[in-house]
Protein backbone atom coordinates (compact mmCIF):
# COMPACT_ATOMS: atom_id res chain seq x y z
CA UNK A 1 0.00 0.00 0.00
CA UNK A 2 1.79 3.21 -1.19
CA UNK A 3 0.97 6.58 0.72
CA UNK A 4 1.04 8.25 -2.88
CA UNK A 5 0.18 6.55 -6.51
CA UNK A 6 1.42 9.24 -9.02
CA UNK A 7 -0.36 8.00 -12.47
CA UNK A 8 2.01 9.95 -14.77
CA UNK A 9 5.88 10.61 -15.38
CA UNK A 10 5.47 13.61 -17.31
CA UNK A 11 6.85 17.55 -16.19
CA UNK A 12 3.99 17.53 -12.96
CA UNK A 13 4.47 13.57 -12.50
CA UNK A 14 8.39 14.11 -11.78
CA UNK A 15 8.00 17.23 -9.54
CA UNK A 16 5.23 15.80 -7.65
CA UNK A 17 7.56 12.65 -6.81
CA UNK A 18 10.40 14.34 -6.38
CA UNK A 19 8.61 16.27 -3.68
CA UNK A 20 6.51 14.09 -1.75
CA UNK A 21 9.19 11.70 -1.81
CA UNK A 22 11.12 14.56 0.28
CA UNK A 23 8.87 13.29 3.13
CA UNK A 24 10.40 9.68 4.68
CA UNK A 25 7.34 8.92 6.35
CA UNK A 26 5.34 8.77 3.03
CA UNK A 27 5.81 5.21 0.19
CA UNK A 28 5.77 6.88 -3.40
CA UNK A 29 5.10 5.25 -6.45
CA UNK A 30 5.34 6.93 -9.84
CA UNK A 31 4.31 5.58 -13.11
CA UNK A 32 5.45 6.44 -16.58
CA UNK A 33 4.03 4.27 -19.98
CA UNK A 34 7.34 5.58 -21.40
CA UNK A 35 10.56 4.59 -20.82
CA UNK A 36 12.76 5.92 -17.94
CA UNK A 37 15.41 9.41 -19.02
CA UNK A 38 17.94 10.15 -16.53
CA UNK A 39 21.28 12.31 -16.31
CA UNK A 40 23.03 8.98 -17.51
CA UNK A 41 20.53 7.71 -20.18
CA UNK A 42 19.57 10.87 -21.80
CA UNK A 43 19.91 10.05 -25.79
CA UNK A 44 21.87 12.84 -27.85
CA UNK A 45 18.91 14.35 -29.20
CA UNK A 46 17.04 15.20 -25.98
CA UNK A 47 19.97 16.24 -24.38
CA UNK A 48 20.96 18.80 -27.06
CA UNK A 49 20.15 22.45 -26.19
CA UNK A 50 18.86 22.51 -30.33
CA UNK A 51 15.38 20.77 -29.49
CA UNK A 52 15.00 20.16 -33.11
CA UNK A 53 14.45 16.00 -33.29
CA UNK A 54 13.48 15.19 -30.11
CA UNK A 55 9.68 15.15 -30.94
CA UNK A 56 10.17 13.68 -34.42
CA UNK A 57 11.83 10.50 -32.51
CA UNK A 58 8.37 8.08 -32.31
CA UNK A 59 9.80 6.05 -29.87
CA UNK A 60 9.33 9.87 -27.73
CA UNK A 61 5.56 10.03 -28.47
CA UNK A 62 2.07 8.62 -27.89
CA UNK A 63 2.58 7.50 -31.73
CA UNK A 64 -1.28 6.92 -32.75
CA UNK A 65 -2.43 10.27 -31.19
CA UNK A 66 -4.10 12.58 -33.19
CA UNK A 67 -5.94 16.24 -33.72
CA UNK A 68 -8.30 18.23 -35.38
CA UNK A 69 -7.15 21.35 -34.94
CA UNK A 70 -10.01 23.39 -36.34
CA UNK A 71 -13.32 22.97 -38.71
CA UNK A 72 -11.09 23.00 -41.85
CA UNK A 73 -8.46 21.15 -40.87
CA UNK A 74 -8.12 17.35 -41.07
CA UNK A 75 -6.95 15.45 -38.51
CA UNK A 76 -3.19 15.09 -37.80
CA UNK A 77 -0.51 13.43 -36.13
CA UNK A 78 -0.33 15.44 -32.47
CA UNK A 79 2.56 15.12 -30.36
CA UNK A 80 2.68 14.26 -26.79
CA UNK A 81 5.56 12.84 -25.03
CA UNK A 82 5.55 9.52 -23.62
CA UNK A 83 8.54 9.21 -21.72
CA UNK A 84 10.13 10.28 -18.00
CA UNK A 85 9.67 13.52 -18.12
CA UNK A 86 7.00 14.14 -20.19
CA UNK A 87 7.03 17.81 -22.16
CA UNK A 88 10.31 18.77 -20.89
CA UNK A 89 12.12 16.05 -21.78
CA UNK A 90 10.80 17.23 -25.91
CA UNK A 91 9.55 20.77 -26.32
CA UNK A 92 11.60 23.81 -26.91
CA UNK A 93 13.53 24.64 -23.46
CA UNK A 94 11.08 27.54 -22.92
CA UNK A 95 11.01 28.60 -19.33
CA UNK A 96 8.59 31.46 -19.81
CA UNK A 97 5.57 32.02 -17.03
CA UNK A 98 3.00 34.65 -18.53
CA UNK A 99 1.26 37.64 -17.19
CA UNK A 100 0.73 37.79 -13.44
CA UNK A 101 -2.87 38.70 -14.52
CA UNK A 102 -3.23 35.41 -15.91
CA UNK A 103 -3.20 33.92 -12.19
CA UNK A 104 -5.41 36.27 -11.36
CA UNK A 105 -7.69 34.94 -13.53
CA UNK A 106 -7.66 31.45 -12.38
CA UNK A 107 -9.06 33.05 -9.15
CA UNK A 108 -11.96 35.00 -11.13
CA UNK A 109 -12.74 31.75 -12.38
CA UNK A 110 -13.11 30.04 -9.46
CA UNK A 111 -9.87 28.48 -9.07
CA UNK A 112 -10.07 29.90 -4.88
CA UNK A 113 -6.65 31.15 -3.87
CA UNK A 114 -4.71 31.11 -7.15
CA UNK A 115 -3.24 34.20 -8.14
CA UNK A 116 -0.13 35.80 -8.75
CA UNK A 117 0.57 36.77 -5.55
CA UNK A 118 0.37 33.23 -4.53
CA UNK A 119 1.70 31.82 -7.67
CA UNK A 120 5.28 33.60 -7.14
CA UNK A 121 6.82 32.14 -4.23
CA UNK A 122 6.05 28.62 -6.43
CA UNK A 123 7.42 30.16 -9.47
CA UNK A 124 10.85 31.31 -7.45
CA UNK A 125 10.98 28.31 -5.70
CA UNK A 126 11.77 26.32 -9.18
CA UNK A 127 13.73 28.21 -10.50
CA UNK A 128 17.93 29.21 -10.33
CA UNK A 129 17.57 32.62 -12.51
CA UNK A 130 21.61 32.89 -13.88
CA UNK A 131 20.95 36.69 -15.16
CA UNK A 132 18.50 38.31 -13.04
CA UNK A 133 17.89 38.54 -9.05
CA UNK A 134 15.31 39.88 -6.93
CA UNK A 135 11.71 39.22 -5.75
CA UNK A 136 10.96 37.85 -9.31
CA UNK A 137 13.55 35.31 -9.51
CA UNK A 138 14.51 32.56 -7.55
CA UNK A 139 18.19 31.40 -7.11
CA UNK A 140 17.70 27.49 -5.56
CA UNK A 141 15.27 25.93 -7.24
CA UNK A 142 15.87 22.61 -9.83
CA UNK A 143 15.67 24.65 -12.97
CA UNK A 144 18.19 26.53 -14.36
CA UNK A 145 17.18 29.57 -16.09
CA UNK A 146 19.18 31.54 -18.92
CA UNK A 147 19.75 33.74 -21.69
CA UNK A 148 21.59 32.93 -24.85
CA UNK A 149 24.12 35.49 -25.11
CA UNK A 150 24.74 37.99 -27.02
CA UNK A 151 27.46 36.45 -29.21
CA UNK A 152 25.47 33.31 -30.21
CA UNK A 153 22.77 35.56 -31.50
CA UNK A 154 22.42 34.43 -35.42
CA UNK A 155 22.39 37.67 -37.82
CA UNK A 156 19.11 37.18 -38.94
CA UNK A 157 17.67 37.18 -34.95
CA UNK A 158 20.01 40.56 -34.43
CA UNK A 159 18.18 41.93 -37.71
CA UNK A 160 14.88 40.93 -37.03
CA UNK A 161 15.44 42.83 -33.36
CA UNK A 162 16.48 45.79 -35.04
CA UNK A 163 13.99 45.95 -37.47
CA UNK A 164 11.45 45.60 -34.77
CA UNK A 165 13.27 48.20 -32.61
CA UNK A 166 12.97 50.66 -35.54
CA UNK A 167 8.73 50.28 -36.07
CA UNK A 168 8.34 50.87 -32.11
CA UNK A 169 9.27 47.22 -30.26
CA UNK A 170 11.90 48.08 -27.60
CA UNK A 171 14.14 45.74 -27.10
CA UNK A 172 14.10 44.68 -22.94
CA UNK A 173 16.25 42.71 -20.31
CA UNK A 174 13.77 39.91 -19.00
CA UNK A 175 11.09 37.88 -20.19
CA UNK A 176 10.09 36.91 -16.86
CA UNK A 177 10.23 40.42 -15.43
CA UNK A 178 7.87 43.15 -15.81
CA UNK A 179 4.89 42.52 -17.95
CA UNK A 180 5.06 44.72 -21.20
CA UNK A 181 5.41 44.04 -24.78
CA UNK A 182 8.10 44.37 -26.73
CA UNK A 183 10.84 42.04 -27.70
CA UNK A 184 12.87 39.92 -25.50
CA UNK A 185 16.15 37.34 -25.01
CA UNK A 186 14.15 34.03 -25.03
CA UNK A 187 14.17 32.36 -21.19
CA UNK A 188 15.63 28.92 -21.59
CA UNK A 189 15.63 25.68 -19.01
CA UNK A 190 19.51 24.25 -19.40
CA UNK A 191 21.98 23.38 -17.35
CA UNK A 192 25.18 24.79 -16.81
CA UNK A 193 26.48 22.48 -19.33
CA UNK A 194 24.03 24.15 -21.93
CA UNK A 195 22.25 20.60 -22.17
CA UNK A 196 18.27 19.90 -21.75
CA UNK A 197 17.41 19.32 -17.93
CA UNK A 198 14.05 17.93 -17.99
CA UNK A 199 11.78 16.88 -14.72
CA UNK A 200 13.25 13.46 -14.90
CA UNK A 201 16.74 15.31 -14.58
CA UNK A 202 16.42 18.33 -12.45
CA UNK A 203 14.00 17.14 -9.84
CA UNK A 204 14.13 13.47 -10.12
CA UNK A 205 18.08 13.42 -9.98
CA UNK A 206 20.35 10.73 -8.79
CA UNK A 207 19.30 11.87 -4.62
CA UNK A 208 15.63 11.71 -5.23
CA UNK A 209 16.05 8.17 -7.40
CA UNK A 210 18.29 6.17 -4.39
CA UNK A 211 15.48 7.34 -1.89
CA UNK A 212 13.94 3.94 -0.19
CA UNK A 213 10.61 5.26 -0.37
CA UNK A 214 10.68 6.24 -3.90
CA UNK A 215 9.55 3.88 -6.44
CA UNK A 216 9.39 4.33 -10.24
CA UNK A 217 8.03 2.42 -12.78
CA UNK A 218 8.18 2.69 -16.35
CA UNK A 219 6.37 1.12 -19.29
CA UNK A 220 3.45 0.28 -17.15
CA UNK A 221 -0.11 1.75 -19.11
CA UNK A 222 -2.22 2.93 -16.56
CA UNK A 223 -5.92 1.10 -17.71
CA UNK A 224 -8.23 2.77 -14.80
CA UNK A 225 -8.23 3.87 -11.28
CA UNK A 226 -9.76 1.56 -8.72
CA UNK A 227 -12.61 2.13 -6.09
CA UNK A 228 -13.66 1.31 -2.97
CA UNK A 229 -17.46 2.94 -3.30
CA UNK A 230 -16.94 6.54 -4.07
CA UNK A 231 -12.99 6.42 -2.62
CA UNK A 232 -10.27 6.04 -5.22
CA UNK A 233 -7.77 3.13 -3.82
CA UNK A 234 -5.22 2.72 -6.51
CA UNK A 235 -5.02 1.82 -10.14
CA UNK A 236 -4.89 -1.23 -12.66
CA UNK A 237 -1.85 -1.24 -14.51
CA UNK A 238 -1.32 -3.37 -17.72
CA UNK A 239 2.95 -4.58 -18.19
CA UNK A 240 4.85 -4.17 -21.22
CA UNK A 241 4.10 -7.98 -20.72
CA UNK A 242 0.95 -7.77 -21.51
CA UNK A 243 0.13 -8.57 -17.39
CA UNK A 244 -2.14 -6.32 -15.23
CA UNK A 245 -1.37 -5.24 -11.98
CA UNK A 246 -3.26 -3.51 -8.96
CA UNK A 247 -1.73 -0.90 -7.38
CA UNK A 248 -3.34 0.01 -4.15
CA UNK A 249 -2.46 3.70 -2.61
CA UNK A 250 -4.27 5.88 -0.15
CA UNK A 251 -3.67 8.85 -2.14
CA UNK A 252 -3.94 8.62 -6.50
CA UNK A 253 -3.00 11.58 -8.38
CA UNK A 254 -3.75 11.66 -11.99
CA UNK A 255 -0.71 13.40 -13.56
CA UNK A 256 -0.91 12.47 -17.57
CA UNK A 257 -1.22 15.62 -19.03
CA UNK A 258 -4.27 17.52 -20.46
CA UNK A 259 -5.11 14.94 -23.24
CA UNK A 260 -4.56 11.70 -21.20
CA UNK A 261 -5.68 12.70 -17.75
CA UNK A 262 -9.65 13.26 -18.58
CA UNK A 263 -9.62 9.84 -20.94
CA UNK A 264 -7.67 8.03 -17.85
CA UNK A 265 -10.99 10.04 -15.19
CA UNK A 266 -13.74 9.06 -18.42
CA UNK A 267 -12.61 5.42 -18.54
CA UNK A 268 -12.46 5.29 -14.48
CA UNK A 269 -16.30 6.31 -14.25
CA UNK A 270 -15.75 10.37 -13.81
CA UNK A 271 -16.98 11.91 -16.78
CA UNK A 272 -20.43 12.98 -18.41
CA UNK A 273 -22.78 9.98 -17.24
CA UNK A 274 -24.67 9.86 -20.28
CA UNK A 275 -21.52 9.49 -22.41
CA UNK A 276 -19.79 6.76 -20.37
CA UNK A 277 -22.75 5.04 -20.18
CA UNK A 278 -22.89 4.58 -23.94
CA UNK A 279 -19.21 3.07 -24.03
CA UNK A 280 -20.54 0.63 -20.51
CA UNK A 281 -18.37 2.39 -18.48
CA UNK A 282 -19.63 2.47 -14.91
CA UNK A 283 -20.22 5.69 -13.70
CA UNK A 284 -18.57 6.50 -10.75
CA UNK A 285 -19.19 10.50 -10.68
CA UNK A 286 -21.09 12.56 -13.34
CA UNK A 287 -18.85 15.46 -13.79
CA UNK A 288 -19.88 16.63 -17.20
CA UNK A 289 -16.87 19.50 -17.40
CA UNK A 290 -14.02 16.26 -17.66
CA UNK A 291 -12.42 16.80 -21.05
CA UNK A 292 -13.96 19.93 -21.88
CA UNK A 293 -12.38 23.44 -21.82
CA UNK A 294 -9.67 22.03 -24.01
CA UNK A 295 -7.27 25.07 -24.82
CA UNK A 296 -4.03 25.51 -27.16
CA UNK A 297 -2.38 28.28 -28.15
CA UNK A 298 -3.40 28.29 -32.17
CA UNK A 299 -0.23 29.22 -34.39
CA UNK A 300 0.83 30.27 -37.73
CA UNK A 301 4.29 31.49 -39.09
CA UNK A 302 5.97 33.89 -41.68
CA UNK A 303 9.27 32.43 -42.99
CA UNK A 304 12.13 33.87 -44.86
CA UNK A 305 15.27 32.36 -46.97
CA UNK A 306 17.98 33.29 -45.65
CA UNK A 307 21.39 33.80 -47.82
CA UNK A 308 24.44 32.70 -45.98
CA UNK A 309 25.72 35.78 -44.10
CA UNK A 310 22.28 35.26 -42.24
CA UNK A 311 22.82 31.90 -41.20
CA UNK A 312 23.51 31.02 -37.35
CA UNK A 313 26.81 29.82 -37.12
CA UNK A 314 26.31 27.94 -34.18
CA UNK A 315 24.08 25.23 -35.83
CA UNK A 316 23.87 23.06 -32.38
CA UNK A 317 22.58 26.10 -30.26
CA UNK A 318 19.07 27.02 -29.16
CA UNK A 319 16.49 28.29 -31.71
CA UNK A 320 14.09 30.16 -29.90
CA UNK A 321 16.51 32.95 -29.63
CA UNK A 322 13.95 36.11 -29.30
CA UNK A 323 10.75 36.91 -28.79
CA UNK A 324 8.23 39.65 -29.60
CA UNK A 325 5.39 40.28 -27.44
CA UNK A 326 3.12 42.53 -28.73
CA UNK A 327 -0.88 43.40 -28.27
CA UNK A 328 -3.58 43.10 -30.68
CA UNK A 329 -5.90 45.61 -28.88
CA UNK A 330 -8.93 43.74 -30.60
CA UNK A 331 -12.28 44.41 -28.38
CA UNK A 332 -12.22 41.84 -25.30
CA UNK A 333 -8.24 41.10 -25.38
CA UNK A 334 -5.59 41.21 -23.01
CA UNK A 335 -2.44 43.28 -23.17
CA UNK A 336 0.44 41.04 -24.78
CA UNK A 337 -1.89 38.51 -26.33
CA UNK A 338 0.13 37.91 -29.06
CA UNK A 339 3.64 36.02 -29.16
CA UNK A 340 6.30 35.84 -32.11
CA UNK A 341 9.18 33.06 -31.33
CA UNK A 342 11.75 34.73 -33.17
CA UNK A 343 13.84 31.53 -35.03
CA UNK A 344 17.27 31.38 -35.99
CA UNK A 345 16.60 28.31 -38.08
CA UNK A 346 13.18 26.20 -39.03
CA UNK A 347 13.99 22.91 -38.76
CA UNK A 348 17.10 20.36 -37.81
CA UNK A 349 17.66 19.31 -41.29
CA UNK A 350 19.17 21.47 -43.88
CA UNK A 351 16.31 22.79 -45.29
CA UNK A 352 15.44 24.22 -41.75
CA UNK A 353 19.17 25.86 -41.29
CA UNK A 354 18.24 27.72 -44.73
CA UNK A 355 14.98 28.92 -43.23
CA UNK A 356 14.64 31.54 -40.44
CA UNK A 357 11.04 32.14 -39.32
CA UNK A 358 8.73 34.00 -36.94
CA UNK A 359 6.66 31.93 -35.65
CA UNK A 360 3.48 33.17 -34.15
CA UNK A 361 0.52 32.25 -31.74
CA UNK A 362 -1.99 33.98 -29.88
CA UNK A 363 -0.93 34.21 -26.13
CA UNK A 364 -4.65 34.58 -24.89
CA UNK A 365 -6.84 32.15 -26.89
CA UNK A 366 -10.67 31.93 -26.32
CA UNK A 367 -11.43 29.57 -28.39
CA UNK A 368 -12.24 25.68 -26.56
CA UNK A 369 -12.13 22.22 -27.62
CA UNK A 370 -13.07 19.25 -26.35
CA UNK A 371 -11.60 15.18 -25.36
CA UNK A 372 -13.58 12.14 -25.42
CA UNK A 373 -13.44 8.55 -25.63
CA UNK A 374 -13.14 6.68 -28.59
CA UNK A 375 -13.43 3.31 -26.64
CA UNK A 376 -12.72 2.00 -22.85
CA UNK A 377 -10.46 0.80 -24.39
CA UNK A 378 -6.91 1.95 -22.25
CA UNK A 379 -5.06 1.45 -26.16
CA UNK A 380 -7.09 3.50 -28.05
CA UNK A 381 -6.25 7.03 -28.01
CA UNK A 382 -8.94 9.31 -26.99
CA UNK A 383 -10.78 11.91 -29.86
CA UNK A 384 -9.42 15.55 -29.58
CA UNK A 385 -10.81 18.35 -31.24
CA UNK A 386 -9.44 21.78 -30.40
CA UNK A 387 -11.93 23.78 -31.98
CA UNK A 388 -9.21 26.49 -32.64
CA UNK A 389 -10.29 29.64 -34.30
CA UNK A 390 -13.52 28.91 -33.52
CA UNK A 391 -14.01 32.25 -31.45
CA UNK A 392 -13.56 35.08 -34.29
CA UNK A 393 -11.51 36.81 -31.55
CA UNK A 394 -8.48 33.36 -32.08
CA UNK A 395 -8.96 33.87 -36.02
CA UNK A 396 -8.29 37.47 -36.33
CA UNK A 397 -5.55 37.36 -34.62
CA UNK A 398 -3.74 35.24 -36.50
CA UNK A 399 -4.39 36.86 -39.97
CA UNK A 400 -2.89 40.09 -37.75
CA UNK A 401 -0.12 38.27 -37.14
CA UNK A 402 0.67 37.01 -40.69
CA UNK A 403 0.41 40.99 -41.44
CA UNK A 404 2.46 41.35 -38.59
CA UNK A 405 5.43 39.01 -39.46
CA UNK A 406 5.31 40.37 -43.00
CA UNK A 407 6.23 43.67 -42.41
CA UNK A 408 8.72 42.58 -40.08
CA UNK A 409 10.84 40.81 -42.75
CA UNK A 410 10.20 43.14 -45.26
CA UNK A 411 11.40 46.24 -43.67
CA UNK A 412 14.47 47.91 -45.23
CA UNK A 413 16.87 46.99 -42.14
CA UNK A 414 16.29 43.21 -43.21
CA UNK A 415 17.32 43.70 -46.88
CA UNK A 416 20.61 42.12 -46.52
CA UNK A 417 19.12 39.11 -44.12
CA UNK A 418 16.68 37.35 -46.01
CA UNK A 419 15.37 36.33 -49.74
CA UNK A 420 11.84 35.34 -50.43
CA UNK A 421 9.26 35.74 -47.46
CA UNK A 422 6.90 33.54 -47.65
CA UNK A 423 4.05 31.66 -45.16
CA UNK A 424 4.60 28.95 -43.12
CA UNK A 425 3.13 26.47 -40.97
CA UNK A 426 4.03 23.37 -39.04
CA UNK A 427 1.54 21.35 -41.28
CA UNK A 428 1.62 17.63 -41.43
CA UNK A 429 3.30 17.48 -44.94
CA UNK A 430 6.15 19.44 -43.10
CA UNK A 431 6.02 17.04 -40.06
CA UNK A 432 6.47 14.44 -42.24
CA UNK A 433 9.56 15.59 -44.74
CA UNK A 434 11.12 16.22 -41.25
CA UNK A 435 11.29 12.52 -40.08
CA UNK A 436 14.99 10.72 -40.31
CA UNK A 437 15.41 8.36 -43.12
CA UNK A 438 17.43 8.38 -46.31
CA UNK A 439 15.05 9.30 -49.03
CA UNK A 440 13.44 12.11 -46.73
CA UNK A 441 17.47 13.33 -46.12
CA UNK A 442 17.66 12.89 -50.42
CA UNK A 443 14.56 15.05 -50.61
CA UNK A 444 16.01 17.59 -48.30
CA UNK A 445 19.40 17.90 -49.79
CA UNK A 446 18.42 18.13 -53.17
CA UNK A 447 16.10 20.72 -52.31
CA UNK A 448 18.60 22.69 -50.13
CA UNK A 449 20.72 22.47 -52.92
CA UNK A 450 18.23 23.98 -55.43
CA UNK A 451 17.44 26.71 -53.15
CA UNK A 452 20.79 27.65 -52.61
CA UNK A 453 21.91 28.00 -56.69
CA UNK A 454 18.48 29.22 -57.80
CA UNK A 455 18.65 33.12 -57.69
CA UNK A 456 16.22 34.93 -59.42
CA UNK A 457 14.03 31.62 -59.55
CA UNK A 458 14.53 30.88 -56.00
CA UNK A 459 10.63 33.00 -55.55
CA UNK A 460 9.70 30.23 -58.34
CA UNK A 461 10.78 27.26 -56.44
CA UNK A 462 10.01 28.27 -53.17
CA UNK A 463 5.83 28.32 -54.19
CA UNK A 464 6.06 25.97 -56.24
CA UNK A 465 7.58 22.98 -54.12
CA UNK A 466 7.26 24.59 -50.25
CA UNK A 467 4.34 27.12 -50.18
CA UNK A 468 2.13 24.87 -53.38
CA UNK A 469 1.38 27.98 -54.47
CA UNK A 470 0.08 30.47 -51.57
CA UNK A 471 2.68 33.63 -51.51
CA UNK A 472 2.45 36.30 -48.79
CA UNK A 473 1.69 38.96 -51.48
CA UNK A 474 -1.79 36.94 -52.48
CA UNK A 475 -2.90 36.73 -48.88
CA UNK A 476 -2.36 40.29 -47.63
CA UNK A 477 -4.24 41.79 -50.92
CA UNK A 478 -7.54 39.35 -50.21
CA UNK A 479 -8.72 38.86 -46.95
CA UNK A 480 -10.62 35.99 -47.90
CA UNK A 481 -7.60 33.59 -49.26
CA UNK A 482 -6.21 34.61 -45.87
CA UNK A 483 -9.08 33.66 -44.07
CA UNK A 484 -9.14 30.68 -45.97
CA UNK A 485 -5.16 29.49 -45.59
CA UNK A 486 -4.99 30.19 -41.80
CA UNK A 487 -8.32 28.12 -41.31
CA UNK A 488 -6.68 25.11 -43.05
CA UNK A 489 -2.92 25.95 -42.03
CA UNK A 490 -3.54 26.52 -37.79
CA UNK A 491 -1.23 24.76 -36.07
CA UNK A 492 -0.34 24.23 -32.12
CA UNK A 493 2.26 24.63 -29.77
CA UNK A 494 2.22 21.68 -28.02
CA UNK A 495 0.28 23.36 -24.93
CA UNK A 496 -2.83 21.63 -24.36
CA UNK A 497 -4.42 22.23 -21.25
CA UNK A 498 -7.57 22.62 -19.21
CA UNK A 499 -9.79 19.65 -19.48
CA UNK A 500 -9.47 18.73 -15.72
CA UNK A 501 -9.81 22.73 -14.29
CA UNK A 502 -10.23 23.63 -11.18
CA UNK A 503 -12.96 25.70 -9.86
CA UNK A 504 -16.46 25.96 -7.25
CA UNK A 505 -17.91 23.52 -5.91
CA UNK A 506 -21.45 25.03 -7.47
CA UNK A 507 -20.22 24.76 -10.82
CA UNK A 508 -20.81 22.23 -12.87
CA UNK A 509 -18.08 21.98 -15.39
CA UNK A 510 -15.20 22.20 -12.84
CA UNK A 511 -14.06 19.03 -12.44
CA UNK A 512 -11.11 19.73 -9.43
CA UNK A 513 -11.25 22.35 -6.31
CA UNK A 514 -8.10 24.31 -5.51
CA UNK A 515 -6.06 21.72 -4.47
CA UNK A 516 -6.75 19.18 -7.52
CA UNK A 517 -9.37 16.51 -5.71
CA UNK A 518 -12.04 15.44 -8.03
CA UNK A 519 -15.47 16.61 -7.34
CA UNK A 520 -18.10 13.67 -6.62
CA UNK A 521 -15.31 10.90 -5.16
CA UNK A 522 -12.45 10.53 -2.53
CA UNK A 523 -9.06 10.57 -2.38
CA UNK A 524 -8.39 11.53 -5.71
CA UNK A 525 -6.20 14.38 -7.36
CA UNK A 526 -5.26 15.98 -10.91
CA UNK A 527 -1.96 17.68 -11.14
CA UNK A 528 -0.92 18.80 -14.75
CA UNK A 529 -1.56 21.38 -16.90
CA UNK A 530 -5.21 20.22 -17.49
CA UNK A 531 -6.06 21.98 -13.92
CA UNK A 532 -5.90 25.19 -16.26
CA UNK A 533 -9.06 27.20 -15.69
CA UNK A 534 -7.60 29.36 -18.48
CA UNK A 535 -4.68 29.61 -21.12
CA UNK A 536 -1.60 31.87 -19.61
CA UNK A 537 0.61 33.82 -22.30
CA UNK A 538 2.95 31.23 -22.40
CA UNK A 539 5.01 28.05 -23.24
CA UNK A 540 3.09 25.90 -20.52
CA UNK A 541 5.88 24.06 -19.14
CA UNK A 542 6.99 26.19 -16.22
CA UNK A 543 3.26 27.13 -15.09
CA UNK A 544 3.04 23.44 -14.83
CA UNK A 545 5.76 23.10 -12.95
CA UNK A 546 4.84 25.41 -10.56
CA UNK A 547 1.09 23.77 -10.14
CA UNK A 548 2.73 20.49 -9.22
CA UNK A 549 5.61 23.05 -6.47
CA UNK A 550 2.09 24.38 -5.19
CA UNK A 551 -0.48 21.32 -5.41
CA UNK A 552 2.49 18.94 -3.57
CA UNK A 553 3.01 21.44 -0.79
CA UNK A 554 -1.52 20.79 0.11
CA UNK A 555 -0.92 17.11 -1.04
CA UNK A 556 2.57 16.85 1.76
CA UNK A 557 1.34 14.95 4.46
CA UNK A 558 -1.99 14.28 3.69
CA UNK A 559 -1.78 10.73 2.95
CA UNK A 560 0.39 9.87 6.05
CA UNK A 561 -2.63 11.34 7.84
CA UNK A 562 -5.21 9.10 5.83
CA UNK A 563 -2.89 6.10 6.64
CA UNK A 564 -2.65 7.19 10.32
CA UNK A 565 -6.69 7.44 10.84
CA UNK A 566 -7.31 4.12 8.97
CA UNK A 567 -5.42 2.37 11.33
CA UNK A 568 -7.24 4.05 14.31
CA UNK A 569 -10.61 3.04 12.60
CA UNK A 570 -9.08 -0.44 12.31
CA UNK A 571 -7.77 -0.51 15.97
CA UNK A 572 -11.10 0.97 17.46
CA UNK A 573 -13.37 -1.05 15.66
CA UNK A 574 -16.00 -3.25 17.88
Known sequence: MFDYLILGGGSAGCVLAARLSEDARANVCLVEAGRDISAHTMPDAIRSRYPGRAYLDTRNIWQQLKARMSASATLRRYEQARLLGGGSAINALMANRGSPADYDEWETLGADGWNWRTCLPYFRKLETDCDFSG?????????????????????????????????????????????????????????????????????????????????????????????????????????????????????????????????????????????????????????????????????????????????????????????????????????GDMH?????????????????????????????????????????????????????????????ALRFGASALASPAMNAHRDVIFPSSYSPRVAAVAVPGMWNAAQRGALSAMLDIAGPLRRALIERVVTQGVTIGSLLADDQAMTEFVMRSVGGTWHPSGTCRMGSSNDPHAVTDARGAVYGVEGLHVCDASLMPSIPCANTNVPTIMIAERVADALRGSAHDAREAAARAVNYAP
Open 135 to 335: PLHGDEGPVRVQRTPWPRISPFVHAVLAALADSGHALHDDQNGPWEDGTFIGSIAVSAKGERIPTSVCYLDDAARARANLSIRTGDVVERILFDGKRAIGACIVRADGTREELKAHRVIVSAGAIHSPALLMRSGIGPADELAALGIDVRADRPGVGRNLMEHPSIAVSAFLPRSARTPFANEHHEQAIVRFSSNLPNTVQ
Open 340 to 400: GAILSRSGWHSVGYRLGTIFFWVNKSYSRGRVTLASANAFDEPKVDFAMLSDSRDLERLKL
